[in-house]
């Protein structure tokens, strides 16, 4: 094989080497499946304001795709489905969705209270934590709840003891 050739294997007809190009197509997939470290750390650096907000888009963000859910669900139900039965399962769907009455303080000191009391679980998502907080879990059974880990906890996630 001649260096021409060789080199035409690698650049191709485009004038850019074809390495770098599948480099730059499998490097995102290899870095978004990866979980990122230490969400806790972050959340207890942020001020309140900051805190509530973030609650405040996670109970908005929530309350919205669930209602959606609900509509589609209805469009869902076979033809002929009689009225009655449809809002049966309308009302039904709005009686089961979260309770965030107690408020984006509330929930933000919950989320505080949960990463300073268990350090070592600060690599938990704050959306995971808040999860957990509106399916009724307490902070203990957060804390044992076996959530997909990026491993062992690191010292970065660990904090203070």
């Known amino acids: 094989m001649r260096k021409g050739q060789i080199r035409g294997m690698f650049v191709g007809n485009f004038g850019w080497p074809v390495p770098l190009l599948i480099a730059l197509i499998l490097l995102p997939t290899t870095v978004v499946g990866q979980r ?3 969400e806790g750390n972050w959340w ?34 076979p033809p002929g489905t009689s009225p009655e039965i449809a809002e049966t399962a309308m009302n039904q769907c709005y009686r089961t969705q979260a309770d965030f009455s107690s408020g984006t303080t509330h929930w933000a000191q919950e989320v505080t209270d949960f990463y300073n009391k268990y350090p070592r679980d600060r690599d938990v998502y704050i959306s995971e934590v808040l999860e957990q ?12 709840y076996p959530f997909m880990r990026r491993g062992a906890p690191s010292k970065e996630a660990s904090g203070p003891r």
């Open 36 to 38: 990122a470290c230490c």
């Open 133 to 144: 907080l509106r399916n009724g879990s307490t902070l203990d059974q957060i804390h044992k």
């Open 44 to 77: 207890l650096k942020w001020n309140k304001d900051q805190r509530e907000s973030y609650v405040w888009g996670f109970m908005t963000g929530f309350s919205h795709a669930y209602l959606e859910g609900c509509r589609v669900a209805l469009k869902a139900l």
